[in-house]
């Protein structure tokens, strides 16, 4: 399997019972058990993992956004609150993720090497090309 061609996470448990669904048709019945029973755990932590819920200072550190933006959000009934009223948590599962910005030009930029009046006589010398 190439890199782009593996499937997600949440996909594998199906992925791997499609595949000792073949196994088991070639005879491979410990195979095919074995990776039934891989599937079946991680089908399991993947659930336990979405329905673990949290705080809205961690919420915050693992989707980006602030803890002030995400109480917003259950108060506004955007996300379910799967705590209580005045202490707020957030369900894993509904946690949204912030996308990762491109760096600020400020941030990116390398520091300058040469000043402005030594760039300005590099191109009177060697003019623009």
Do not use: F
């Not at 961690?58 to 995400?70: F, I, K």
């Amino acid at each position: 399997m190439t890199r782009t061609s593996q499937p997600s996470i949440r996909k594998l448990p199906d992925a791997w019972r499609r595949q000792a669904k073949t196994l088991r048709r070639y005879g491979g019945q410990a195979l095919a058990t074995a990776l039934e029973r891989c599937a079946d755990e991680l089908e399991g932590t993947i659930q336990e993992r979405d329905e673990t819920t949290l705080t809205l200072t961690d919420a915050a550190r693992e989707s980006g956004y602030t803890a002030t933006h995400l109480g917003r959000l259950v108060r506004d009934g955007k996300i379910p609150n799967a705590g209580r009223p005045n202490a707020p948590r957030i369900a894993r599962r509904h946690l949204p993720l912030k996308a990762p910005s491109e760096p600020r030009l400020a941030e990116s930029a390398r520091p300058r090497e040469r000043s402005n009046v030594q760039i300005v006589h590099s191109i009177i010398q060697k003019g623009i090309e």
